[in-house]
């Protein structure tokens, strides 16, 4: 098993920045690839952003690229998010997964683990 636990979500106003961190335990952190979704009421998970292990490629979604950044420290067994220029279009519940280092694609059901997810909501 692995566990991961998001911090870092909030209230933040529009046009400013917001910083998630997940850290992972339980497991090697090297076997998987890692992962940001999100998701409102009403509305199915959205893939916003990934991390591979090896080679640490980065893919985001259209609607946050060049206004997020996911980076990864594999000495903490932590992945990151940085927000920047958020809109009301980017609140919502944010969640980390991991997705076992051989596997790739962007579909929720591909990843393996989840946390319990961290709100942000963003105030225009």
């Known amino acids: 098993q692995l566990q991961l636990v998001e911090s870092g979500g909030g209230l933040v106003q529009a046009g400013g920045s917001l910083r998630l961190s997940c850290a992972a335990s339980?497991?090697?952190?090297?076997?998987?690839?890692m992962g940001w979704f999100r998701q409102v009421p009403g509305k199915e998970r959205e893939f916003v952003a990934a991390i591979t292990w090896i080679p640490s490629t980065t893919y985001y979604a259209n609607s946050v690229k060049g206004r997020f950044t996911i980076s990864r420290d594999n000495a903490k067994n932590t992945v990151y998010l940085e927000m920047n220029s958020l809109g009301a279009e980017d609140t919502a519940v944010y969640y980390c997964a991991a997705q076992r280092s051989s596997v790739r694609g962007f579909a929720p059901t591909s990843y393996d683990y989840w946390g319990q997810g961290t709100q942000v909501t963003v105030s225009s």
């Open positions: 339980g497991r090697a952190f090297s076997d998987y690839n």
